[in-house]
């Protein structure tokens, strides 16, 4: 195994690696954002159920669960296995999300109800594979390419609120046109997963500059990277990735990076409690009617992309773990302000703190993922980035649970 010239290898294939991990990105959350945002229809469907809370709950538990096993064994976990398996069970239940309704002439009813709740937790195993593995993977390559993967994830949701606001004006404000547009939904996310299949099995580990950092991983004592590397035309030798075993545990690592580790925790806690439950259920009626809460979902997702574009300007960019924290808990003031706008304040007001809520998300996101696992060796920081997306989805599943809290006295 011969580690090429830095330089040319680090260029040739770079924006080609940025499109590809965009539309993986993209692909990670493309069904499960498909879900969240055709929740009116849902809602319509299920409304003694509350499917904008629930099927969050039941996503949850399964990601993080499995996810902490992963990321327990992902020293000895093939990569490339790891990141198909995701892709190819996001596709496979996309399409029986379409066969489900299709099956059942979109009726409702408790039966129908479980067997969405049923697909939400292969959604929650799918992004745990996914999210996890490519984020940790993306760790020892050039910061750019990461964020690109991590623009891709919140472009997932800007794509899925656009096609929402043109179905849902496509289609009557009914039954049959919620339904219609449901169906379009998820058969693009089908079509969409199935590509992702074929970019990441076919086109990703042939480029060079993934190559590059790939062979790089291993000459530091990756294991995870052998099966991609031999996809991409290059074997490795057993005996050179023995000689540099020697890395830090998972516990030293979280210890080193405990800071790290609580700010994804926080920033995916509050962003939780509030989108989408809250956006979806409490913000009271408005002259925009059924379009309200369409319009916000879309207004923290495109924030939630810009806030993603804003750190690579150099000087905008937030690298400091005490700036970085700060930031962080500042957030909570979101939870006061998004009250008393919903109880005090007009649409105008929620609509601009819901894309600010979005846009700070985005951005300390990305600040953080690409910030912390600077110095270490490849094996540190796949292990590293499996860590911090586990934290991460732990923030979302305890802001899943927080966000129930905005329904003490209106009953359940």
């Known amino acids: 195994m011969v580690l090429p010239d830095e330089a040319p290898a680090k260029l040739e294939g770079k924006y080609a690696a940025i499109v590809v991990c965009w539309l993986l990105g993209n692909g990670c959350l493309f069904s499960w954002n498909s879900m969240l945002t055709?929740?009116?229809?849902?809602?319509f469907l299920f409304p003694q159920y509350h499917p904008s809370r629930v099927l969050t709950l039941v996503y949850q538990p399964f990601a993080f669960t499995t996810l902490a096993i992963l990321a327990y064994y992902e020293a000895k976990i093939n990569t490339r296995k790891r990141n198909?398996?995701?892709?190819?069970?996001?596709?496979?239940?996309?399409?029986?999300?379409?066969?489900?309704?299709?099956?059942?002439?979109?009726?409702?009813?408790?039966?129908?109800?479980?067997?969405?709740c049923v697909i939400s937790a292969a959604f929650g195993i799918a992004d745990a594979h996914v999210q996890g593995g490519m984020i940790g993977d993306l760790s020892f390559m050039t910061p750019e390419i990461m964020q690109s993967f991590l623009a891709g994830l919140a472009a997932s949701g800007a794509?899925?609120?656009?096609?929402?606001?043109?179905?849902?004006?496509?289609?009557?404000?009914?039954?049959?046109?919620?339904?219609?547009?449901?169906?379009?939904?998820?058969?693009?996310?089908?079509?969409?997963?199935?590509?992702?299949v074929l970019l990441y099995g076919y086109v990703f580990p042939r480029l060079p500059i993934v190559k590059y950092y790939r062979v790089k991983a291993a000459s530091e004592g990756s294991k995870t990277v052998t099966a991609d590397l031999a996809a991409g035309g290059i074997q490795t030798s057993a005996k050179e990735v023995e000689k540099h075993l020697e890395r830090l545990s998972?516990?030293?690592?979280?210890?080193?990076?405990?800071?790290?580790?609580?700010?994804?925790?926080?920033?995916?806690?509050?962003?939780?409690?509030?989108?989408?439950?809250?956006?979806?259920?409490?913000t009271g009626s408005h002259s925009l009617g059924t379009w309200y809460a369409v319009v916000l979902i879309a207004m923290y997702n495109s924030g939630d992309l810009i806030g993603r574009y804003i750190p690579l300007v150099k000087c905008l960019k937030l690298e400091s773990r005490k700036g970085l924290m700060v930031a962080i808990v500042s957030r909570f003031f979101f939870v006061p302000a998004f009250?008393?706008?919903?109880?005090?304040?007009?649409?105008?007001?929620?609509?601009?703190?819901?894309?600010?809520?979005?846009?700070?998300?985005?951005?300390?996101?990305?600040?953080?993922?690409?910030?912390?696992?600077?110095?270490?060796?490849?094996?540190?920081?796949?292990?590293?980035?499996?860590?911090?997306?586990?934290?991460?989805?732990g923030g979302i599943f305890a802001g899943a649970l927080l966000d129930l809290l905005w329904l003490i006295g209106k009953g359940w």
Do not use: H
């Open 38 to 43: 055709i929740v009116d229809y849902y809602s």
């Open 84 to 116: 198909l398996f995701g892709y190819i069970l996001f596709f496979l239940s996309s399409l029986l999300v379409l066969v489900l309704d299709l099956a059942t002439s979109g009726k409702g009813g408790l039966g129908t109800f479980i067997g969405i």
């Open 159 to 196: 794509l899925t609120s656009a096609l929402r606001l043109i179905t849902k004006a496509a289609f009557d404000n009914s039954r049959d046109g919620l339904r219609k547009g449901a169906i379009l939904f998820f058969a693009i996310s089908s079509f969409f997963e199935f590509l992702c």
């Open 250 to 282: 998972n516990k030293e690592l979280l210890l080193q990076n405990v800071d790290y580790a609580i700010n994804m925790f926080l920033i995916y806690a509050l962003t939780l409690s509030i989108f989408p439950g809250f956006l979806s259920e409490d």
């Open 339 to 393: 009250y008393f706008t919903a109880k005090y304040g007009d649409q105008g007001w929620m609509i601009m703190l819901t894309i600010f809520l979005g846009l700070s998300n985005g951005y300390l996101t990305v600040c953080v993922l690409t910030t912390a696992p600077k110095g270490y060796k490849g094996p540190e920081q796949n292990a590293l980035g499996n860590l911090l997306v586990l934290f991460l989805i």
